[in-house]
């Protein structure tokens, strides 16, 4: 008795064990209800960001009691984030352990990561579609969008892999916000498409100082004239300007290449007069801007409430606050017949349950918060544009734009204009191909101006022989050289198994066969004493 | 003529491996000479831990100081078992470049050894209450420093609610000052986060913290005690 109680037990371990090699859990793919059962209670978790902005943080809590005074059994809960690596680092932690949130902000790039996890992530084709629950469905108890109100360009940006795993939240994209006073006290006038020649031209004029080591421009021992926030985004947009390669839709590298050499010795130019920095190296394009030590200040639309002196959130202390005047234009171009700019802003995702009543719950939430209600009032906190043609459209948001300057509060104009420059230009704006790496591609690609940056106010030798180190180095840092293997997502081809995953399998499969043998064994031995 | 050559190439192979020595042994600064370091210069310093923020992604933000001045480690690159061995006191070699952010004077880009054998060292929190407002107080940038008397203005909530950093406005001598509870340093598990959050406006508090600079003064709270 003993021992088969041994013999059970040693069993039951020996499985445990072989399943937990698995590393993450398995998951069924989500199969839609019939129906949404409201008999039972459903609590379900939100992770948000917010551009530290409360009034951003009130408008996720309203739209949470909006949709629970709808659905009273749901209860939603919320974790706010103020950044999108973080989430992007918790969510992958909780992969493996199967505590992903229900529904999360992110961007597509990140979700091409989740993907990898078996049916993390739930599609939404069939959600979008569905007669009851889809988008403006008849059993949805809120006025929601059809999915044809849903900008396509936008939507479009949430495809990948041959479905949608996401919707999106809100767009915004990169605008530079300009010191007027400044460049035109240097002689400048503000074209109508702002150029690269002009940017470089303008802040290499702010560079010059007097005998006591002042700027001429501002009196200041501090002007970095063209400060870039996101340096990713540099990088991406130059080349896209530039129509040099970046990667491929399926995943090949392709940003190895001398066009990205050429670019960084320019910027290693500015860097090393001084005229440029990033936000990494120096801090907030804002606060230098507002404190009249900057003259070209790039940062998202979603930032324009920090822009200028009038500007609704101020980071600095008021005495050294400099009054001027703000202007804002898209960011500069190589052709400016052919304006080209990066589409940007939180999506959103439903990672599949084991339960998919408690999945629909989810996407009845995250359907929620695509009504103009939530729509409209996010994108008055900031420089985003609502994601759907009914808000865009709609009464309400026509009055915000139309009321720019009103105040320096809900209608700063900087504000309403960084909107404006979105709408006016959806039609110019990209997006980078989605795979998984792509994110730690988009890494690489901030990081090497970063590097050329540093290394430059660093006196380091800008040539060749670095150029080669620092391809090599991001190669390797970012794992480069695998991504191409990886792309496509889960179902990629990853060709053969490498030797040491085929030694493992081998020994798993011994193991289950002595295993099977010994139980014969034990059995037949048992039988032939019971005879 | 043949033995000169040979001592020749003797002399010239000893005094090349030694400069590769040297080169690779880089001098370690007093506090005055980094203090002294231009920015964006290379520099190596010896100093001890005195509290680090949550290690993420191989990097760790560390506190550190010596007997004379203090040190803000940003994200330098740490393995998760070396981030277990930065205890407080710890004396840690550290190459990186001087860099400066919203007027936070840091070492950036840096890697760090243990220096085996060595002392310990805790700082004491030093008074600086005196030196608000003054143009004296910067010297002692990143310092465990306190402040005594203050008047609470404001506390808030980075996200509206417990979770994230703490802004905690205090006043002295009729001007305010921004202080913050960063929550990689000080948690919400943290009883100085919690103590913080239970805090009134007016109450008089007597505080401890790392004397860090964000646009001005913004010391990272790590005690907070309602002054008798």
Redesign the interface.
């Given at each position: 008795m003993k021992k088969k109680l041994l013999l059970i037990v040693c069993l039951l371990s020996a499985m445990l064990l072989l399943t937990g090699c698995h590393g993450s859990r398995d998951q069924s793919a989500f199969e839609m209800p019939d129906h949404f059962d409201i008999s039972r209670d459903y609590e379900i978790t939100f992770w948000a960001k917010n551009d530290t902005n409360l009034t951003q943080v009130a408008i996720y809590e309203n739209a949470i009691a909006g949709f629970e005074a709808l659905y009273p059994n749901v209860k939603v809960n919320l974790r706010l984030y103020t950044d999108y690596g973080r989430i992007y680092n918790d969510v992958i932690t909780n992969i493996s352990t199967g505590t992903t949130p229900n529904v999360c902000i992110t961007y597509p790039d990140h979700i091409a990561t989740y993907l990898t996890g078996d049916n993390c992530v739930v599609p939404l084709d069939g959600l979008f579609d569905d007669e009851k629950y889809g988008l403006g469905g008849s059993e949805v108890r809120f006025d929601a969008p059809s999915k044809d109100e849903i900008i396509p360009k936008f939507l479009e940006e949430c495809a990948f892999d041959g479905h949608h795993y996401a919707v999106p939240y809100m767009r915004s994209t990169e605008a530079c916000y300009i010191n007027k006073t400044f460049v035109e006290k240097l002689g400048y006038t503000i074209p109508e498409t702002l150029t690269w020649d002009f940017v470089w031209e303008v802040a290499e004029a702010a560079t010059a100082k007097d005998a006591d080591g002042n700027y001429l421009v501002n009196g200041q021992k501090v002007m970095i004239p063209f400060i870039y926030k996101s340096t990713d985004n540099m990088m991406i947009q130059l080349l896209r300007q530039k129509g040099a390669g970046y990667s491929t839709e399926d995943g090949q590298v392709l940003i190895f290449n001398d066009t990205t050499k050429e670019l960084l010795g320019q910027i290693s130019t500015h860097a090393k007069t001084g005229a440029f920095s990033t936000f990494k190296i120096s801090s907030y394009p804002a606060n230098f801007l507002n404190a009249g030590q900057c003259i070209f200040a790039l940062d998202s639309s979603a930032g324009a409430t920090w822009m200028g002196s009038d500007a609704p959130l101020i980071d600095i202390a008021e005495d050294k606050l400099v009054h001027f005047e703000t202007v804002i234009k898209p960011i500069p171009q190589y052709d400016p017949a052919n304006p080209q700019m990066i589409s940007q802003g939180p999506s959103m995702c439903v990672f599949n349950k084991d339960d998919p009543q408690e999945v629909l719950a989810s996407w009845l939430f995250m359907q929620y918060m695509l009504t103009n209600d939530v729509q409209i009032a996010y994108a008055c906190t900031e420089g985003y544009v609502p994601v759907t043609s009914k808000a865009q459209q709609s009464a309400a948001y026509q009055d915000y734009l139309s009321r720019c300057g009103e105040d320096n509060d809900m209608y700063y104009d900087i504000k309403i204009k960084a909107s404006q420059l979105l709408l006016d230009n959806t039609h110019n704006t990209f997006v980078t191909p989605v795979f998984n790496g792509s994110a730690s591609l988009r890494d690489a690609a901030g990081a090497m101006i970063e590097d050329v940056t540093k290394s430059t106010r660093r006196k380091k030798e800008i040539n060749d022989e670095y150029f080669t180190k620092l391809f090599e180095n991001m190669t390797s840092l970012y794992h480069l050289d695998a991504t191409n293997a990886l792309s496509g997502g889960s179902n990629a081809d990853l060709g053969p198994l490498p030797g040491t995953a085929k030694a493992l399998l081998g020994a798993l499969a011994a193991a289950w066969a002595l295993i099977i043998l010994y139980v014969i064994k034990e059995a037949l031995k048992a039988r032939h004493q019971a005879k | 003529m043949k033995k000169f050559l040979a001592l020749m190439m003797t002399l010239m192979m000893v005094l090349s491996i030694a400069g590769c020595t040297v080169a690779e042994e880089a001098k370690v600064m007093t506090y005055a000479e980094y203090d002294a370091a231009e920015?964006?210069?290379?520099v190596v310093i010896e100093a001890y831990v005195q509290a680090t923020q949550s290690w993420?992604?191989n990097k760790i933000t560390v506190y550190a100081q010596d007997q004379d001045g203090a040190y803000f480690l940003y994200e330098m690159a740490c393995s998760e078992e070396d981030a277990a061995k930065l205890v407080p006191g710890t004396k840690i070699k550290v190459t990186g470049?001087k860099?400066?952010?919203?007027g936070e004077i840091e070492v950036?880009?840096a890697t760090f050894t243990f220096v085996e054998g060595a002392d310990t060292f805790i700082a004491e929190a030093k008074d600086v209450t005196e030196l608000l407002g003054t143009d004296e107080l910067i010297k002692s940038q990143n310092q465990l420093v306190a402040f005594k008397g203050l008047t609470l203005e404001a506390v808030e909530y980075?996200?509206?609610?417990p979770?994230?950093d703490i802004y905690v406005t205090v006043s002295y001598n009729g001007q305010n000052y921004s202080f913050c509870v960063e929550r990689y340093l000080t948690g919400p598990d943290t009883e100085v986060y919690k103590a913080v959050g239970e805090l009134k406006v007016g109450d008089k508090i007597d505080v401890e913290g790392f004397l860090y600079w964000y646009?001005?003064v913004n010391t990272h709270i790590t005690s907070v005690a309602v002054a008798q």
């Amino acid at each position: 008795m003993k021992k088969k109680l041994l013999l059970i037990v040693c069993l039951l371990s020996a499985m445990l064990l072989l399943t937990g090699c698995h590393g993450s859990r398995d998951q069924s793919a989500f199969e839609m209800p019939d129906h949404f059962d409201i008999s039972r209670d459903y609590e379900i978790t939100f992770w948000a960001k917010n551009d530290t902005n409360l009034t951003q943080v009130a408008i996720y809590e309203n739209a949470i009691a909006g949709f629970e005074a709808l659905y009273p059994n749901v209860k939603v809960n919320l974790r706010l984030y103020t950044d999108y690596g973080r989430i992007y680092n918790d969510v992958i932690t909780n992969i493996s352990t199967g505590t992903t949130p229900n529904v999360c902000i992110t961007y597509p790039d990140h979700i091409a990561t989740y993907l990898t996890g078996d049916n993390c992530v739930v599609p939404l084709d069939g959600l979008f579609d569905d007669e009851k629950y889809g988008l403006g469905g008849s059993e949805v108890r809120f006025d929601a969008p059809s999915k044809d109100e849903i900008i396509p360009k936008f939507l479009e940006e949430c495809a990948f892999d041959g479905h949608h795993y996401a919707v999106p939240y809100m767009r915004s994209t990169e605008a530079c916000y300009i010191n007027k006073t400044f460049v035109e006290k240097l002689g400048y006038t503000i074209p109508e498409t702002l150029t690269w020649d002009f940017v470089w031209e303008v802040a290499e004029a702010a560079t010059a100082k007097d005998a006591d080591g002042n700027y001429l421009v501002n009196g200041q021992k501090v002007m970095i004239p063209f400060i870039y926030k996101s340096t990713d985004n540099m990088m991406i947009q130059l080349l896209r300007q530039k129509g040099a390669g970046y990667s491929t839709e399926d995943g090949q590298v392709l940003i190895f290449n001398d066009t990205t050499k050429e670019l960084l010795g320019q910027i290693s130019t500015h860097a090393k007069t001084g005229a440029f920095s990033t936000f990494k190296i120096s801090s907030y394009p804002a606060n230098f801007l507002n404190a009249g030590q900057c003259i070209f200040a790039l940062d998202s639309s979603a930032g324009a409430t920090w822009m200028g002196s009038d500007a609704p959130l101020i980071d600095i202390a008021e005495d050294k606050l400099v009054h001027f005047e703000t202007v804002i234009k898209p960011i500069p171009q190589y052709d400016p017949a052919n304006p080209q700019m990066i589409s940007q802003g939180p999506s959103m995702c439903v990672f599949n349950k084991d339960d998919p009543q408690e999945v629909l719950a989810s996407w009845l939430f995250m359907q929620y918060m695509l009504t103009n209600d939530v729509q409209i009032a996010y994108a008055c906190t900031e420089g985003y544009v609502p994601v759907t043609s009914k808000a865009q459209q709609s009464a309400a948001y026509q009055d915000y734009l139309s009321r720019c300057g009103e105040d320096n509060d809900m209608y700063y104009d900087i504000k309403i204009k960084a909107s404006q420059l979105l709408l006016d230009n959806t039609h110019n704006t990209f997006v980078t191909p989605v795979f998984n790496g792509s994110a730690s591609l988009r890494d690489a690609a901030g990081a090497m101006i970063e590097d050329v940056t540093k290394s430059t106010r660093r006196k380091k030798e800008i040539n060749d022989e670095y150029f080669t180190k620092l391809f090599e180095n991001m190669t390797s840092l970012y794992h480069l050289d695998a991504t191409n293997a990886l792309s496509g997502g889960s179902n990629a081809d990853l060709g053969p198994l490498p030797g040491t995953a085929k030694a493992l399998l081998g020994a798993l499969a011994a193991a289950w066969a002595l295993i099977i043998l010994y139980v014969i064994k034990e059995a037949l031995k048992a039988r032939h004493q019971a005879k | 003529m043949k033995k000169f050559l040979a001592l020749m190439m003797t002399l010239m192979m000893v005094l090349s491996i030694a400069g590769c020595t040297v080169a690779e042994e880089a001098k370690v600064m007093t506090y005055a000479e980094y203090d002294a370091a231009e920015m964006d210069a290379e520099v190596v310093i010896e100093a001890y831990v005195q509290a680090t923020q949550s290690w993420w992604d191989n990097k760790i933000t560390v506190y550190a100081q010596d007997q004379d001045g203090a040190y803000f480690l940003y994200e330098m690159a740490c393995s998760e078992e070396d981030a277990a061995k930065l205890v407080p006191g710890t004396k840690i070699k550290v190459t990186g470049y001087k860099g400066q952010w919203a007027g936070e004077i840091e070492v950036m880009d840096a890697t760090f050894t243990f220096v085996e054998g060595a002392d310990t060292f805790i700082a004491e929190a030093k008074d600086v209450t005196e030196l608000l407002g003054t143009d004296e107080l910067i010297k002692s940038q990143n310092q465990l420093v306190a402040f005594k008397g203050l008047t609470l203005e404001a506390v808030e909530y980075k996200n509206g609610e417990p979770g994230d950093d703490i802004y905690v406005t205090v006043s002295y001598n009729g001007q305010n000052y921004s202080f913050c509870v960063e929550r990689y340093l000080t948690g919400p598990d943290t009883e100085v986060y919690k103590a913080v959050g239970e805090l009134k406006v007016g109450d008089k508090i007597d505080v401890e913290g790392f004397l860090y600079w964000y646009e001005g003064v913004n010391t990272h709270i790590t005690s907070v005690a309602v002054a008798q």
